[in-house]
């Protein structure tokens, strides 16, 4: 049974620092998590309206168990890379990458918050595949695209909470990392998602246990750097680059960060960025490491870019059969040492 757990601002797998005794051009590597958002890994979309646009090209129809499938078959390919971490999300994200709307339905939760059967057992898979590789599986639950599918009731989202929390400690694996939602500091309409309230619902995770056991709770910000509530409450500390202009910007929220009121020693984690340049001597995911921030690759389907490209665009190639998956697979390979 593969577990996770922190040690000061260091990841542990199954009671070892991750890389143990690595370092790479004089930086310490050991107790970082290298990772990949896969956000996809369970998606389906349960709007008839819209669930026809997701088709494969060689059936013509989308098969969500085989989306998770081809997924799982990925997984041991990232794993001989050196990423150890991937994220999936219980709401998923934007199939476009970014989408200023989101017709489609693609929550695991159901309007009171209740779990759907099908996304959980595809979910089950992954969790059950990753702990055979050693790998961990940051778990996002909401997504600000599909919060819709609460109608404006913060207390369905809390019970979304206990419900997903309780699944997954009842689940038995023990290689999870939960991240409450996804840049809390966007567009989140109900209070309690927002980058200001959503430390009350990192508490509640937290404070839900099963013999003894709970999870290691954080979640994400894009915009700014995170709440002194949050960085309090947090087991982890989760940043996107995004938004940030080059290494330097990136360099400086972790140092930032680090700075927080509330802060105290524990990792720094980005798991969405969308900046590459890996080729380059200095870019975002050599500026994180420089930090002792673990970093995360977000890839998306850019405008007239073939099939084989992003990762969160649906129909998803899993492999690494782009220029862009391979520059990044490559240097984490380096990093790593794998």
Partial sequence: MTSVAIRGDGFLIDGKPTYEGRTWNGRKIEGLLLNTRMVQGIFDD????????????????????????????AMPQWRDHGVLAITVNLQGG??????????????AFERDGSLRPAFMERLRRILQAADELGMVVIVGLFYF???????GDEDAVRAGVDNAVAWLLESGFENV??????????????????????HELIERAKGITRDGRRLLVGTSFVQGLPTSEAARASDFMLLHGNLRDG????????????????????????????????????????????????????DYRMKGEGPEEGYQSVPVDWGIGSARKRGFFGLARQIAGA
């Fill in 46 to 73: 349960v709007n008839p309206e819209t669930a026809g646009q997701w088709a494969s090209a060689d059936t013509g129809t989308w098969d969500a168990d085989r989306n998770t499938s081809e997924f799982i078959a």
């Fill in 94 to 107: 934007s199939p476009y990458g970014y989408s200023t709307e989101q017709p489609w339905v693609t929550s």
């Fill in 145 to 151: 695209g599909q919060e819709k599918v609460f109608e």
């Fill in 177 to 198: 990392l939960l991240e409450i939602n996804n840049e809390c500091d966007v567009v989140y309409e109900l209070p309690v998602l927002k980058g200001t309230g959503v």
């Fill in 247 to 298: 290494p330097d910007a990136v360099r400086e929220m972790v140092r930032q960060t680090r700075a927080l009121e509330g802060y105290t020693p524990k990792p720094i984690l980005f798991n969405e960025d969308d900046h590459f340049d890996f080729d380059k001597p200095d870019n975002h995911f050599t500026a994180a490491i420089g930090e002792y921030a673990s970093w995360g690759f977000f």
